[in-house]
């Protein structure tokens, strides 16, 4: 099971992110765009995810990944089961996520 120190690690150093502290929820955001959101009571993420391949990584991983509540369908975001995951994988997540909201060119200096 991977931990809110191990997601810390896997943001640190990435350009333009930072975290915040959201009605006990923390988050992290480049700008204002949040693309990583702990859960209040550290068992489960949300991460922005491609809103066309979510279905399908829900069907092929129930156990891993799950829906975002209803309100938040419409936007490309995926919500994942900490315990499910390992540091590798939560690595692999936030980078892809994070590559998703920043400028390409930032996103390229950093998958160089």
């Known amino acids: 099971m991977v931990e809110l120190s191990d997601i810390r690690a896997a943001t640190e ?3 333009r992110s930072y975290e915040v502290l959201v009605r006990d929820s923390i988050k992290y955001r480049v700008g ?3 693309y990583l959101a702990v859960s209040p ?3 489960t993420m949300g991460i922005a ?5 979510r279905d399908a990584a829900i069907a092929a991983e129930p156990d891993k990944f ?3 509540r209803p309100s ?3 936007f490309r ?5 900490l315990d499910a995951i390992d540091a590798d994988e939560l690595r692999e997540l936030v980078l892809d996520a994070w590559g998703m909201v920043v400028p390409k ?4 200096e950093v998958f160089r």
């Open 13 to 15: 150093g990435l350009p």
């Open 32 to 34: 204002q765009i949040v």
């Open 41 to 43: 009571d550290e068992k």
């Open 49 to 53: 995810f491609p809103k066309e391949e």
């Open 66 to 68: 799950f829906r975002p």
């Open 72 to 74: 938040d369908e419409r």
């Open 77 to 81: 975001w995926i919500q994942v089961h």
């Open 105 to 108: 060119k930032v996103r390229a």
